[in-house]
């Protein structure tokens, strides 16, 4: 079993930027592809990045260039540095684990507000 938590989320205003933590409760963290997805309201839960256990990283297309995901497998810890924030970044961000290159895994975080306000 694998427990996430969020945290970091927030109101900012457009162009300003948030860091999301993702703490994960299991000895195999640096062995899990981790996630970070959003679900606006009214809409589907969206990929936003996945990083692999070596580091490898791969973004929504509209979102390259001023997410950034990370890890630190000394923390179990996976981050989203989000920068230049806009209005339609505002959803719920959610931490991801066990995935795979084109999947999301079974182990989901709570959730947390991120609100970017014009």
């Known amino acids: 079993q694998v427990q996430l938590v969020e945290s970091g989320g927030g109101l900012v205003q457009a162009g300003g930027s948030l860091r999301l933590s993702c703490a994960a409760s299991t000895r195999d963290f640096s062995a899990n592809i981790m996630a970070w997805a959003r679900q606006a309201p009214g809409k589907q839960r969206e990929l936003v990045a996945r990083i692999t256990p070596s580091g490898n990283t791969v973004y929504a297309d509209s979102l390259k260039g001023r997410f950034t995901v990370s890890r630190d497998n000394a923390k179990n810890t996976t981050y989203l540095q989000m920068n230049s924030l806009k209005p339609e970044d505002t959803a719920v961000y959610y931490c991801?684990?066990?995935?795979?290159?084109?999947?999301?895994?079974?182990?989901w975080g709570q959730g947390t507000q991120v609100t970017v306000s014009s």
């Open positions: 991801n684990a066990g995935g795979g290159t084109y999947y999301f895994g079974d182990y």
